[in-house]
């Protein structure tokens, strides 16, 4: 059964440093999205990416935050300037048509 | 504000012991509801999606309600291994974001 895939499952970085995280999305989808769940939270939408654009963005996806689908398989977060408050776990979603998201693993940053 | 709340926070459950799960919302113009079931230190993994009251879908032990107002998730005889965080969530008619609940932790005692 094909699978979201996410890259790295834990990274370590000090603050204002730049990280990027990885998806594969499952092959045939064609909308894409980030979520973040920061410790014994609520999962929360960051973007919504379609058609090589943003289709929406929460208040949390500011200007420190970018996504790009540089290929035809890979979709990336990246975070530009990294804070001790974006230390979470970040899950990328993926579905073709309808209304189902499917979850990668996630990504746990921890920002020191 | 739309909100999705869900309760018990925790709950805990000897083998076999029946119960349900709730998930209320306040939310305008729903457009979905969904249940995902979350290990520790993994991702949310699909269940269930709701469209419109009195819809009914079922899955082994499990088997999802919804009404205007709230939605349940009904456990019969469960095992340890149905132990995880069940996560409701809603979408909106205008946008594709899905709105979490904080989830219920479930624990299953043999």
């Known amino acids: 059964e094909p699978e979201v895939t996410q890259t790295p499952s834990h990274q370590v970085t000090q603050m204002g440093q730049e990280v990027i995280l990885r998806c594969v999305p499952i092959s045939n989808h064609l909308y894409f999205y980030w979520y973040r769940q920061i410790l014994g939270q609520k999962v929360e939408f960051l973007v919504s990416f379609y058609n090589n654009e943003i289709s929406e963005k929460s208040e949390i996806f500011d200007d420190q935050f970018s996504v790009e689908r540089p290929d035809g398989s890979n979709f990336t977060l990246k975070i530009r300037s990294t804070k001790l408050e974006d230390s979470a776990m970040y899950f990328c979603?993926?579905?073709?048509?309808?209304?189902?998201?499917?979850f990668g693993p996630g990504t746990r940053l921890t920002v020191l | 504000e739309d909100q999705v709340t869900q309760s018990p926070e925790a709950l805990r459950l000897q083998e076999g012991e029946s119960s349900s799960l709730n998930c209320s919302y306040t939310v305008s113009g729903l457009r979905g509801l969904f249940w995902y079931r979350q290990d520790p230190g993994k991702g949310p993994e699909f269940l269930f999606t709701?469209?419109?009251a009195g819809e009914e879908k079922e899955k082994e032990r499990l088997k999802a309600t919804l009404t205007k107002k709230e939605s349940f998730l009904h456990i019969t005889a469960p095992k340890p291994e149905d132990s995880a965080t069940y996560l409701c969530?809603?979408?909106?008619?205008?946008?594709?974001?899905?709105?979490f609940g904080t989830g219920t932790r479930l624990q299953v005692f043999p």
């Open positions: 709701l469209y419109s």
């Open positions: 969530a809603v979408q909106l008619g205008n946008t594709d974001k899905l709105i």
């Open positions: 979603a993926s579905k073709r048509e309808g209304d189902t998201q499917y």
